[in-house]
T-cell receptor
Framework: SQQGEEDPQALSIQEGENATMNCSYK?????LQWYRQNSGRGLVHLIL?????REKHSGRLRVTLDTSKKSSSLLITASRAADTASYFC??????????FGEGTQLTVNP | GAVVSQHPSWVICKSGTSVKIECRSL??????MFWYRQFPKQSLMLMAT?????????EQGVEKDKFLINHASLTLSTLTVTSAHPEDSSFYIC???????????FGQGTRLTVV
């Protein structure tokens, strides 16, 4: 079963604006990962945040993790049209098994 | 980063036939490979986990006799959809993981259409 729930399901913004996507999960995790998927393609790993970390940055990406609320957020700053894609969070509870959220479809309008 | 190649990218087959999808790790040894299924505008559903040299572990509700998984080497896993039906039409994605890494690398996916 899918553990993660993401909101919003769809987000449409203008180029240059920031995009924030949220992910909630139900059980304790080892780490949480964010992935990007262009339409009809495979997934690209964006960033991993461990359960003992609260915030992580990578370029224009900022991920936060609140284990007390069992939630994470992905912020994309200064968005570009090329950022248009689906974004998924995935939790790892044991071993290397990934459980994916429902995803957020981001559209960045030029 | 590590490269995972999935083949074919798309396939159309007739009902009742079998289709084999390959997943290869090109520049690393994948001790574990995962197979996912994704319906349009939905998330990825894990179908099975395969470890090299052993039987795959299937998720609840996934028919092991219908979705045959073979992980015969450290660089290749195959998924065979047997006696395909139109409801098997979906996007199938594999991922591969090195033993010493927490990151899984994904193939580009295979679009299966059963007519």
């Amino acid at each position: 079963s899918q553990q993660g729930e993401e909101d919003p399901q769809a987000l449409s913004i203008q180029e240059g604006e920031n995009a924030t996507m949220n992910c909630s999960y139900k059980t304790s995790i080892n780490n949480l990962q964010w992935y990007r998927q262009n339409s009809g393609r495979g997934l690209v790993h964006l960033i991993l945040i461990r359960s003992n970390e609260r915030e992580k940055h990578s370029g224009r990406l900022r991920v936060t993790l609140d284990t007390s609320k069992k939630s994470s957020s992905l912020l994309i700053t200064a968005s570009r049209a090329a950022d248009t894609a689906s974004y998924f969070c995935a939790t790892v509870t044991s071993g290397s098994r990934l459980t994916f959220g429902e995803g957020t479809q981001l559209t960045v309008n030029p | 980063g590590a490269v995972v190649s999935q083949h074919p990218s798309w396939v159309i087959c007739k009902s009742g036939t079998s289709v084999k999808i390959e997943c290869r790790s090109l520049d690393f040894q994948a001790t574990t490979m995962f197979w996912y299924r994704q319906f349009p505008k939905q998330s990825l559903m894990l179908m099975a986990t395969s470890n090299e040299g052993s039987k795959a572990t299937y998720e609840q509700g996934v028919e092991k006799d219908k979705f045959l998984i073979n992980h015969a080497s450290l660089t290749l896993s195959t998924l065979t959809v047997t006696s395909a039906h139109p409801e098997d039409s979906s996007f199938y994605i594999c991922s591969a993981k090195r033993q010493d890494s927490t990151e899984a690398f994904f193939g580009q996916g295979t679009r299966l259409t059963v007519v």
